[in-house]
């Protein structure tokens, strides 16, 4: 199918250039380059940013966090007699 696609000047020089590089026509690597970015984006979690792949990771720690909080939370219940008026 043919179809036509604006592009920055600068972004299709870097393409063709790329291209040629690898021995490819332009026709060629956009079409390996838009297969990749589908790919992608198909695949969980390679879409996500790479700083964001570490989140969720300590999902297992959220039963000890509660668990602090609330030990925290009562030892600040009880008022020590030296702070009482």
Request: hydrophobic share 30%; aromatic share 6%; glycine share 4%.
């Amino acid at each position: 199918m043919k179809t036509t696609v604006e592009l920055p000047d600068p972004l299709f020089r870097q393409a063709k250039s790329r291209a040629a590089e690898r021995g490819q026509t332009l026709k060629e690597f956009m079409t390996e380059a838009l297969r990749d970015k589908l790919q992608k984006r198909d695949t969980p979690g390679v879409s996500e940013p790479q700083w964001l792949r570490g989140f969720g990771k300590l999902r297992r720690l959220h039963r000890e966090t509660l668990r602090v909080q609330k030990r925290i939370e009562k030892a600040f219940e009880t008022i020590e007699p030296e702070d009482q008026l």
